[in-house]
């Protein structure tokens, strides 16, 4: 594995810093309706694990969002150590994509039985920093260092050789 620069250690932390903000911070999802099984709100991280948690009834949610944490935890000791990584910040760029489609798309389709109320589920900024902060985790782990170069200045016998 090769290192990484400075500047792919800057947004290693900073894609971090906004992946962890947007977990814990700010709204992610915003539901309206009068289906009994999304109430309606506003949800941020830990509200929309809830909400994947009771449609898929089970854990799902829980280890998606731990799988979250983990990636920006691993991305701060990434900046630390300074190697090279790959796909990190693409597999949260996935797992926030799976909560949009259960969230969004999926709900008429996971329980038939509770789709006698209406529901509308909208996405929040919070997914948008999420996906930002999972980019800027990707590209700071695929920032080469620059390379140094010797160039020689060619001298006037250097000039009469040729």
Known sequence: MRAI????????????????????MLPWFEVSGTRPDLPAGTYGGIGSTELVNSLLSGPWGWIAFLWLVVAAFLAIGIAAVGRKTRRIGTSGIVVLLLYVLLLVVAPPYLNPQASSGTVSVTFGYGVVAGVLGSAL??????????????????????????
């Open 5 to 24: 620069s400075a500047g792919g250690r800057a947004l290693l932390v900073a894609g971090a810093a906004v992946l962890l903000g947007s977990l814990f």
């Open 137 to 162: 985790i990707e590209a700071g782990a695929r920032w080469p260092r620059p390379i140094h170069g010797r160039y020689e200045v060619p001298t006037t016998a250097d000039w009469e050789e040729t």
